[in-house]
């Protein structure tokens, strides 16, 4: 049963949310069996975490803090405690407060129980510690498969 891992850009625009989700459903489409690691964040996260419900798949939470959803836009939350009450599983790490250093925790956590890194990303630099770029640096160097998902026509602010 492959287990992947997703990192990926926040606070997308909706057409590009869109496009994503479209590109993710078909990653799965050949997925008879497979479990999603996320840390529910809005974005590519929450996108990916449903797409891993729908298609049956089983998901593994991973909370980089205790203050880590109170952390997250307001708007995000309704999402985030409905898949994360669809949890098989919640993995919950020793931060308190939600920093990119916690945030950077998290994403190493999940590529060390992970196979593959699925990464919503367009291929620009982070643009702070623990950003999608530096999430793909790290599997990268492990030699971890990392498909990266960005659609024509995908743009960020």
């Known amino acids: 049963m492959p287990r992947?891992?997703?990192?990926?850009h926040r606070g997308l625009p909706q057409a590009t949310a869109a496009l994503i989700e479209a590109e993710l459903k078909r990653a799965f489409d050949d997925a008879t069996d497979v479990i999603g690691l996320s840390c529910l964040a809005d974005g590519a996260d929450q996108i990916f975490a449903r797409a891993v419900v729908e298609v049956g798949g089983r998901l593994e939470v991973v909370v980089p803090a205790q203050k880590y959803r109170e952390g997250l836009p307001p708007e995000a939350w309704r999402e985030y405690d409905a898949l994360i009450s669809r949890a098989d599983r919640v993995h919950q790490l020793d931060f308190v407060?939600?920093?990119?250093e916690a945030h950077m925790a998290a994403s190493v956590f999940m590529l060390d129980q992970a196979d593959h890194l699925?990464?919503?990303?367009?291929?620009?630099?982070?643009?702070?510690?623990g950003g999608t770029a530096d999430v793909v640096a790290e599997a990268r160097s492990r030699g971890m498969?990392?498909?990266v998902v960005w659609p024509e026509g995908a743009e960020r602010d």
Not at 97 to 100: A, G, K, P, Q, R
Not at 122 to 129: E, M, Q, T, V, W
């Open 97 to 100: 407060e939600s920093t990119s």
């Open 4 to 8: 992947i891992a997703i990192s990926g």
């Open 118 to 129: 699925f990464a919503v990303w367009d291929g620009k630099p982070a643009r702070g510690f």
């Open 145 to 147: 498969a990392v498909r």
